[in-house]
């Protein structure tokens, strides 16, 4: 069975400090997806990155980077020099690799403040 | 840029009745997904549908849902007989392939009262 764990319930920071997500995953599977999805207040799923776990470079996009490391079981989001638009909760979430119509399992979100 | 789009953005309904939920995908896609939202707890998958049939389905997605693609765009996920623990929000997304991210529709709000 697989499973996605987001230890942070909650973070909150002030505007223009480097916040990291955690997040742990399992899965029995070798050949895997990994994913990032932000809802915002607005309340709709927003989709940020995918990564498959043959690829374990890190990614960086503008003030999100994301470092993923097999050893540990571990994808984290850092969003360097916060901003008040990135208040929002932040899902974790995994697939297998299997081709088919798979859902996605889902961590219980980091909801995280910016503060001003 | 195509999206998909969910209807109504807020259903409210009495314990009991039958709703059913909309949701137009991405006019190319051949996969579709249904989540469920608690409030303030995790994204649960409930079934995603391929080729006109169920692909995979979660324990949440017992005899009291359904789902259906009755016409060349829209897909609907039907709630036989509403209970409270129904309230939540319902997600749609579709994807070209399995593979392929799912990107999401902005969500149905469902009240059961």
């Known amino acids: 069975a697989q499973k996605v764990t987001q230890a942070q319930t909650e973070i909150s920071v002030v505007e223009k400090e480097d916040v990291t997500l955690d997040c742990v995953y399992e899965t029995r599977d070798t050949t895997y997806y990994l994913f990032w999805y932000k809802q915002p207040p607005s309340g709709e799923l927003v989709f940020l990155i995918r990564r498959n776990s043959f690829d374990e470079q890190n990614e960086i996009s503008g003030r999100y980077s994301w470092n993923f490391q097999k050893s540990t079981s571990s994808f984290n989001f850092t969003i360097t020099a916060s901003q008040v638009v990135d208040s929002a909760v932040y899902f974790c979430a995994l697939s297998d690799w299997g081709g088919g119509a798979d859902g996605l399992t889902f961590g219980k979100g980091t909801h995280l403040i910016i503060q001003p | 840029e195509p999206e998909v789009t969910q209807t109504p953005s807020h259903q409210v309904t009495q314990m009991g009745q039958e709703v059913i939920l909309r949701c137009v995908p991405i006019s190319n896609h051949l996969y579709f997904y249904w989540y469920r939202q608690i409030l303030g707890q995790k994204v649960e998958f409930l079934v995603s549908?391929?080729?006109?049939?169920?692909?995979?389905k979660s324990e949440i997605f017992d005899d009291q849902f359904s789902v259906e693609r009755p016409d060349g765009s829209n897909f609907t996920l039907k709630i036989r007989s509403t209970k409270l623990e129904d309230s939540a929000m319902y997600f749609c997304?579709?994807?070209?392939?399995?593979?392929?991210?799912?990107?999401f529709g902005a969500g149905t709000r469902l009240s059961v009262l």
């Open positions: 549908f391929y080729n006109n049939e169920i692909s995979e």
């Open positions: 997304a579709s994807t070209l392939t399995g593979r392929d991210i799912q990107y």
